[in-house]
């Protein structure tokens, strides 16, 4: 980067209305960017908001216009280190030209001021809720408690109705106009002064502040703050919860049943299988070829065997059958 403003002229100078308008420059009382108006009102209602409540409220003062100052400084840092002095890397200016199209920021800058307007509306709101408020308790009927909470609540906007909305008041209007583009200017010349005039050094600066410098380049350490605030407590409270409620309790109650099914399971295994089980199948088995042995005696293969057991079965079953029929007909007499 650096002297673009040769070869991209219409881009530097559409940036610097962005830069003039985010940085607030204008003609005090007279005209000006929109970010010029949207600042002037929050000083002016900061300033307000001062007067009303003293004390520590005039912090609210100090910082806007210290984020003015900051925001004037940075924004032409980036403009002056683009657009003007020499390039710095030739290669690249070599092959730098216009984009061909944009977006000219008009829409942006009007939300800034509707927002603006907003939010000084909701102000007057808040001031009108309190008188419209306290006019209702002033009537009798059976409203008054409502509208006592009403207008409490509308006490607690922004500060309370001791906010006043007088942004057109002179003793309001003209410090925080003047402080305003005043804070604005100084801005620019600071960026001036370091990255055109170079009448100080950036080495020199950095080492001046060099606290700040660390701080704002480590992005006050929100990184490691986040990661000792919120990361590892995150992860020892996860290795907690894993070696307590994990492994103490959800495994080793797991780990217990499975002992418990395990010492079941061979219980079953000795008494029921091997004892009960194996025992009767192997004794039916001996049984069953115990038999089959003593059957075997039968079976010599002689005719006249044969013969004499069919016989001798027959005359059994007859004197059977006849000792069955008379004891029969006997208990039916």
Request: hydrophobic share 50%; aromatic share 12%.
């Amino acid at each position: 980067m650096g002297g673009l403003r040769h070869k991209m002229p219409i881009t530097a100078y559409t940036m610097l209305v962005g830069c003039l308008a985010i940085a607030g420059i204008g003609i005090p009382f007279v005209l000006g960017f929109s970010g010029f108006h949207s600042k002037d009102a929050i000083v002016e209602q900061a300033i307000n908001f001062g007067r009303a409540n003293g004390g520590y409220s005039w912090l609210f003062v100090v910082l806007p216009l210290l984020g003015a100052l900051m925001t004037s400084f940075y924004m032409f840092r980036l403009w002056f280190m683009t657009f003007a002095g020499k390039p710095r890397d030739h290669h690249r200016y070599d092959h730098a030209h216009e984009s061909a199209a944009g977006d000219d920021g008009s829409a942006h800058h009007i939300g800034c001021v509707r927002h603006m307007r907003g939010l000084v509306t909701s102000v007057s709101d808040a001031d009108h809720d309190c008188q419209f408020w306290r006019r209702k308790l002033a009537r009798p009927g059976p409203a008054r408690r409502y509208a006592r909470r009403q207008a409490r609540n509308a006490d607690d906007k922004f500060g309370g109705c001791r906010m006043r909305l007088a942004s057109h008041a002179p003793e309001i209007k003209v410090p925080a106009g003047i402080s305003a583009i005043c804070v604005a200017v100084a801005g620019i010349l600071g960026a001036l002064i370091v990255y055109v005039w170079e009448l100080v050094s950036v080495d020199t600066l950095r080492r001046s502040v060099n606290v700040l410098y660390r701080a704002t380049w480590n992005k006050w350490w929100f990184d490691e703050l986040y990661d000792y605030v919120f990361v590892r407590p995150t992860l020892a409270i996860g290795r907690f919860v894993a070696l307590t409620l994990d492994r103490g309790i959800i495994d080793s109650f797991i780990n217990s049943l499975a002992y418990i099914y395990r010492g079941a399971a061979a219980v079953v295994s000795v008494v029921g299988d091997r004892w009960v089980i194996d025992n009767f199948v192997d004794t039916v088995a001996e049984k069953t070829w115990g038999l089959g042995l003593s059957m075997r005696a039968i079976q010599t293969g002689r005719l006249r065997q044969y013969v004499m057991f069919i016989v001798v079965g027959t005359v059994v079953l007859f004197i059977v059958a006849s000792l069955w029929w008379m004891g029969a007909k006997t208990y039916a007499k």
